[in-house]
């Protein structure tokens, strides 16, 4: 949870940051690049129209000051022009210009049109007309033909307006989309249709400039009209200036590619074309160098500093950035209050739960609200919690069932003893008897808990060897056969399938004995006479495990006890009588014993129809019937010494035990 906040605060503060800079910072570069512009094209229009830099240190010094920039011109040599910084403090210019003011070659990305628009292709100022500029007296001649132009179409319904350019020559443009409006209206004055005596001899002296280009290139020449079009030498010039040539710069002058038109009656080429508008281009630039000032190189920044700053965040923009990432960090604090809220809530809960389990006193369940790691754990804690408590409850009852199980055997001598002190009883055979019978009692109940100790800590002896399951069933049964026969149960081993021999075990056959033997002789206590009590050896399915079947047919164990059969000191019948079982120590032991061997053990019970006890040990397929006769050849020499204390050793429960032994665990005195 903690990740996802974090990494959703860090998305959030990441784009909201990259949105709002990225708009401060477009619409201060857009600020910045046009008030570039107009820096630029005020200064382009300074040199246009003059033909030197002389006087612009005022149109600096006042475009600085709107601006609140610093603003310099240089010479291509870096000789200074003017600079709007103080001289005794002006700082060294950078090393690279802004732009490069020049009339002759705009500058496209810093260019702003000034009254009409004029060629993309040609990058001459419109404002520098050099020679083509009208004196008064011809724009005077002009502008009243103009009006009359206007006041006549003005009476005809179609509204129009003068409109002077750079050179000084008017023209009348109609208000509206319909340029056609004004023709056949005869308000057309023959004057504005004629170039004027200053306009003829600069067009001459430009189409001499240009036909020496062509010439050098071995062309024909060709004759320029007012609008920069051109025709044959031979043919008669065109000064009707045509709705295309009226919509060209103010000098009249239609750049070459705007649109070139040909009046020729000789066939002429494309690249003929190309080569003319070339070479017009080059005469325009060559007859308007002496008029404009020459190129200079124009420095833009700070007004403390000499650098170019691509953008100076405004304070409206920098407040907007501290408010975005105020707002992300507010949110992000937030959203981590309550997600740590939601984190820590749980952990007291757990850590209160702990603390009290700690002080032993009863902690009620930690609430789980959640599958996250944190109700993950609290479920855990539950889990250790509950179980805790049934190992709690299971001390306790074990603690109890020790001292009722030592305290009667106990009770029993001490009283023999007190009535023998006291004169009350004779030390004859039958007292002693009576007093070694409650001694071994006592000895079971003890060897049983060393048992379970030693299982329990890993630290139980085995000694394992060759073993043959039908040998330790017959030595079982044979144990007791006494037993059963005295009960009127009938004790029988049940021949494993003919031409099936059973696979060996590597196994403790003493601890294997006890184990089976226990079994045997709670199901002996526990069925009524006249019953039948089974062992059946057989191979399991998967040929891996050798399993053993000790069945009865007793009165069975109930559904709901049979879960607990194997447990320490249970028993059904909960007034722990003699007559009805044994201490409840039995099945307990043959589970620890059977799991050193590396198997299981498990019953089966319907009530009222006896129980099955199965052993499921795991087969050695090396051992051989030989090896086990060679085995108990060897014992036998050696003079059994192990083998002799098999079924009369306390420990290995196959004895009859006073009032039940040690072996009643199940059913309903199991």
Known sequence: ???????????????????????????????????????????????????????????????????????????????????????????????????????????????????????????????????????????????????????????????????????????????????????????????????????????????????????????????????????????????VLTPEAAAAPATGVRTPAAGVRTHATGVRTGDDDRATASCVGTARREQLSSHVASPAMLFIGDANDTTVPGFALSPANTAKIAGAAALVLALTVGATMLAGARLVSPLRALTGAAQRMRDGQESAPVRVTDDSEIGRLAAAFNDMSAHRARLEEQRKGMVSDVAHELRTPLSNIRGWLEAAQDGLAEPDPAFIASLHTEAVQLQHIIDDLQDLAAADAGVLRLHPEPVRIEDVLDQVAAAHQGRAETAGVVLTVRDTAAGAPLPGLTADPVRLRQAIGNLVSNAVRHTPEGGRVTLHAYVSKAGDQVVVDVADTGSGIAAGDLPHVFDRFWRAEKSRNRRTGGSGLGLAIVRKLVEAHGGAVDASSVEGQGSVFTLRLPADPTVTEAETEADAAAKADAGMERGTNTDTDAGAGTEPEPEGGTHGAGGPAR
Request: proline share 7%.
């Open 1 to 239: 949870m903690s990740a996802l906040v974090a990494a959703c605060s860090v998305a959030a503060t990441a784009w909201l940051a990259v949105q709002t800079t990225s708009g401060a910072i477009k619409q201060e570069q857009g600020r910045n690049l046009t008030a570039d512009a107009r820096i630029y094209n005020t200064l382009l229009g300074y040199a246009a129209t003059h033909p030197t830099w002389d006087g612009v240190e005022g149109t600096v010094r006042d475009l600085a000051r709107r601006s609140g920039r610093r603003i310099a011109l240089t010479t291509e040599q870096r000789g200074l022009l003017a600079d709007s910084a103080a001289a005794p403090s002006r700082p060294a210019l950078p090393p690279q210009a802004s732009a490069v003011v020049d009339p002759l070659s705009v500058d496209t990305a810093l260019s702003q049109p000034v009254g009409e628009a004029g060629s993309a292709a040609d990058r001459i100022d419109p404002r520098a007309v050099g020679p083509f500029r009208l004196p008064a007296s011809e724009r005077a001649v002009l502008q009243r033909a103009a009006e009359r132009s206007t006041a006549c179409m003005g009476r005809l319904g179609v509204a129009a307006d003068v409109v002077r350019g750079p050179s000084g020559r008017p023209r009348v443009e109609v208000v509206g989309n319909d340029s056609q409006e004004a023709h056949g209206t005869r308000c057309s004055a023959e004057e504005l249709d004629r170039p004027t005596a200053t306009e003829r001899k600069a067009l001459a002296a430009l189409n001499r400039l240009a036909n020496a280009c062509l010439v050098r290139q071995g062309r024909e020449g060709v004759r320029l009209n007012l609008d920069l079009t051109w025709a044959q030498p031979s043919e008669p010039p065109l000064i």
